[in-house]
């Protein structure tokens, strides 16, 4: 009988280690084929790797696929394609189709067995390249649509959780700006004031830098003309003084303006991080208690009353408790000054920081979701002590597959940016030649031209770098 429980406790072995090396790599791993084609700019390429990619293809991942897809189908200038992934991506996000079945195994095993429902922040992204699409395709109002969405959905997201949990990221001021640039591309100089101003006020809230982005000054000068353009000279003077700078009136004549965006480098991917918890002394009936001195965090663990009178739970002193954890990529270009017709005009200047986005939203969900990962701990750790007692070879095999399985959660949407800069360009009539000189981390420069025609109104153009590397 004993020979028998040997030998199933072998295979089992085998089988754990084989599962262990197929399963274990982190998706950054495992999508670097479609990652290394973007950073080369080779989009087409890229497109086609992430169908090949068998990774992207199980159905718990449908909402990455969707993701990756339709943001580098946007840098692939196909507007139309992209938004149907992100439509496709919202829908999803909508109807929030998660698996019982898999609920089950991301709880037993790990939570990248669940469906990717994606981080908040890479369901407000959504909204942003709707946005963009539907600004490329010439519709206006739809794209006015999707801007609007933005903060009604990160309200809806925050409106979720407890006092004392919510996000940081409640509101977004990018957002905010893009609706300022719409309205006013439409003639709503009133609207387009009021959206400039939110804007301007959500930094001004948070001590003039909000979610790693400082008050961009384009946006200063955007409030304060727009006020001066509808008379409110109140609020001119008023603003005038918070941001210690005076309007100065344009006497020279333009053609249109020119919005520039520029996406640069690549959002940080995530890596398996391990926290230690230890065991407290002491335990109350059915209750022990672990603690994290990194995260300097306390969990109540239940452990069952048979457990309880047979033995002590402090015999198992050591839990590693496996998180997410994202690792920064330093964009290649650090800085973009513009020149037009040869005369140095202005710098691109940040006005998303999704790195930062990233990192402050997973610290916020990691202190949500603590609970949900004791409870997968605790069971993990009963079942292997229930088993060794009526079974010591099993319980050491189910040991070891409890610590072999204990796996983070390393998906994340990995083709968004490190960040997105922009300007506000005043142009001529006819052809106008701008020159964006992009100054990489070791201090040479690379030469980006655009030619665009002058004309009334705004137009919005984009130019994008994706090369990055890995802190």
């Known amino acids: 009988m004993k020979k028998a429980s040997l030998k199933i406790a072998y295979c089992i072995s085998f089988f754990i280690v084989f599962l262990f090396f197929s399963s274990c790599a982190s998706y950054n791993t495992k999508s670097q084929k479609f990652q290394a084609a973007l950073q080369q700019g080779n989009i087409e390429k890229a497109l086609n790797d992430i169908d090949k990619n068998s990774f992207l293809k199980k159905n718990r991942n449908s909402l990455l696929y969707f993701l990756e897809k339709g943001k580098i189908a946007y840098l692939n200038e196909n507007y139309e394609l992209s938004n149907t992934f992100?439509?496709?991506?919202?829908?999803?996000?909508?109807?929030?189709?998660?698996?019982?079945?898999?609920?089950?195994?991301?709880?037993?095993?790990?939570?990248?067995?669940?469906?990717?429902?994606?981080?908040?922040?890479?369901?407000?992204?959504?909204?942003?390249?709707?946005?963009?699409?539907?600004?490329?395709?010439?519709?206006?109002?739809?794209?006015?649509?999707?801007?609007?969405?933005?903060?009604?959905q990160l309200q809806q997201l925050n409106d979720k959780y407890p006092e004392g949990k919510k996000n940081r990221y409640s509101s977004d001021a990018f957002a905010l700006n893009l609706q300022g640039f719409l309205y006013e591309a439409s003639g709503d100089v009133n609207n387009a004031f009021i959206s400039y101003r939110n804007a301007a006020d959500l930094y001004l809230a948070n001590k003039g830098s909000f979610m790693g982005t400082p008050l961009p000054e384009q946006l200063k000068k955007d409030v304060l003309r727009t006020a001066a353009s509808l008379g409110f000279i109140n609020e001119l003077h008023r603003y005038e003084n918070i941001f210690g700078i005076t309007h100065q009136i344009n006497k020279t004549?333009?053609?249109?303006?020119?919005?520039?965006?520029?996406?640069?480098?690549?959002?940080?991917?995530?890596?398996?991080?391990?926290?230690?918890?230890?065991?407290?002394?002491g335990k109350t009936d059915g209750i022990v208690s672990i603690y994290n001195k990194e995260l300097d965090l306390k969990l109540p663990i239940p452990i069952s009353n048979d457990y309880n009178k047979k033995q002590s739970f402090s015999d198992i002193n050591i839990f590693n408790v496996a998180f997410p954890k994202y690792i920064a990529r330093t964009p290649y270009f650090s800085g973009a000054t513009i020149l037009k017709d040869s005369t140095k005009i202005g710098s691109l200047q940040m006005v998303q920081n999704y790195e930062d986005i990233a990192f402050k939203t997973l610290k916020d969900r990691t202190l949500r979701e603590i609970g949900k990962t004791a409870i997968r701990l605790g069971t993990k750790k009963l079942s292997e002590s229930l088993l060794r007692d009526q079974n010591k070879d099993l319980g050491a095999v189910l040991g070891i597959f409890n610590a072999m399985s204990e796996h983070a959660d390393t998906r994340n949407w990995q083709s968004l940016p490190n960040a997105i800069y922009y300007a506000r360009i005043p142009l001529k009539k006819g052809e106008n030649t701008i020159s964006v000189l992009l100054k990489t981390t070791d201090g040479t420069t690379q030469e980006e031209k655009i030619k665009v025609q002058g004309g009334k109104g705004i137009q919005f153009k984009k130019i994008i770098t994706l090369q990055s590397f890995s802190r």
């Open 253 to 281: 004549t333009t053609e249109g303006e020119l919005i520039l965006f520029w996406e640069n480098g690549l959002v940080p991917f995530k890596e398996q991080n391990f926290f230690s918890f230890t065991v407290l002394p």
């Open 86 to 152: 992100l439509n496709k991506a919202d829908f999803f996000i909508e109807e929030n189709k998660r698996a019982v079945g898999n609920a089950v195994l991301g709880v037993l095993l790990n939570p990248e067995k669940e469906t990717y429902t994606g981080e908040d922040f890479e369901k407000i992204a959504i909204h942003y390249y709707k946005a963009l699409n539907y600004i490329f395709l010439q519709k206006p109002d739809d794209a006015l649509v999707e801007a609007k969405r933005i903060n009604l």
